[in-house]
């Protein structure tokens, strides 16, 4: 009687899959971290509010808030037209960069990527030199030179991002090296505007050059009403936007051809999320100056704590974002009162050493993910 051969199925331990994992290693966080970040950032912001060498009693909090009795107008005054504008400037903008960030780094697949490498505050230098040059030159009217520098540093911005999309758009048209080229491109045409800025700020007169350099420096100085509401409008559509391109973004973790063979039109999405990065990015640096590592580190620590699905990662980067750039502000008034610290600064002191402290941590951890 022939031998038969019994094919028997070799155990396997029971794995997770894809989904299950991250539900059992992230789930608390992502059901969690977004509440409290929001939490932390509305305390922070009302510190923010009552921070300063006036104290304005909580009465006339309540008498300005509800409409009570008794309003000084003085106080009113330092609180509509100083500290609430300030404070509701490093929200959106702190917003704007976390958000933006998360969204470059998913894109690019890079732990590295932030606004900054497709040219953004690169451009938005410039434009703001060129306006400060252009108004001492020409005599224009103080009153008109700010919103000057803004619509120049918006418009140089743009442009630059306009022009490294350009240099990078063959490599973008398809899968491969194009993340390669792009930031390749980003770093050439950043180094070659910085240049022409440095052009400038050695042309200009001292008091023109000390103009220049604390606009790159960072700063939340007060601002119209108007000009918060453009910024907050022009933020929140573009934060939706890539918000809306959150599972995309998912596909692209796994490389662009995996993307492309899952359905994901590749180019599209990439001139998507660049349009909608450079646009949030463009008001944010125009209105704010320069600001570092915000749109670097609080993508960093939303991952680590809520993974690398962006439907969670976005929002928490964000609000994440947006508390830090308020705690910063704080710091920058507080450190050498009263004077008011540029908040760039801030963000480079306390941001690069926390930085380099969650590098070390998530490779010891083995949680780093680029």
Not at 62 to 82: A, E, K, M, Y
């Amino acid at each position: 009687m022939p031998q038969v051969n019994q094919i028997r199925a070799k155990p396997t331990s029971a794995k997770p899959t894809s989904d299950a994992a991250p539900a059992s290693r992230y789930g608390f966080w992502r059901r969690w971290l977004l509440p409290l970040l929001i939490a932390l950032m509305v305390v922070s912001a009302w510190l923010d509010l009552n921070h300063g060498p006036v104290e304005i009693p909580f009465s006339q909090w309540w008498s300005l808030l509800f409409g009570g009795d008794g309003v000084n107008p003085s106080q009113s005054n330092i609180i509509l037209q100083l500290r609430l504008p300030r404070v509701l400037t490093a929200v959106v903008v702190g917003a704007a960069l976390g958000g933006s960030g998360a969204a470059l780094q998913g894109l690019f697949r890079n732990p590295l990527a932030d606004p900054s490498i497709i040219g953004v505050s690169a451009g938005a230098s410039l434009g703001a030199a060129l306006a400060i040059v252009a108004g001492a030159h020409w005599a224009i009217a103080a009153s008109v030179l700010p919103l000057l520098q803004i619509l120049c540093a918006f418009v140089a911005a743009l442009a630059v991002v306009a022009l490294v999309y350009a240099v990078a758009k063959p490599a973008l048209a398809g899968a491969g090296r194009s993340v390669i080229t792009m930031l390749l491109a980003g770093i050439a045409i950043t180094a070659l505007v910085g240049a022409a800025t440095s052009v400038l700020k050695y042309l200009v007169d001292d008091q023109n050059l000390r103009q220049v350099s604390l606009w790159q420096m960072g700063s939340l100085q007060p601002n119209s009403w108007g000009l918060v509401a453009v910024l907050f409008l022009c933020s929140a559509v573009c934060l939706w936007r890539l918000l809306a391109a959150a599972q995309s973004l998912n596909a692209f973790l796994l490389g662009e051809a995996d993307a492309q063979l899952m359905g994901v039109a590749v180019a599209r999405v990439k001139f998507q999320v660049i349009t909608w990065v450079a646009l949030a990015c463009a008001a944010t640096v125009a209105v704010a100056g320069v600001i570092g590592f915000v749109g670097l580190l609080a993508p960093h620590c939303a991952r680590l704590l809520v993974g690398p699905n962006h439907r969670y990662l976005l929002p928490c980067a964000a609000v994440g974002g947006a508390l830090m750039l308020v705690l910063a502000d704080i710091i920058s008034r507080s450190l050498i009162p009263p004077i008011i610290l540029p908040v760039g600064i801030i963000t480079a002191l306390v941001g690069a050493p926390l930085f380099l402290w969650l590098l070390v941590f998530s490779q010891g951890a083995g949680q780093w993910r680029s």
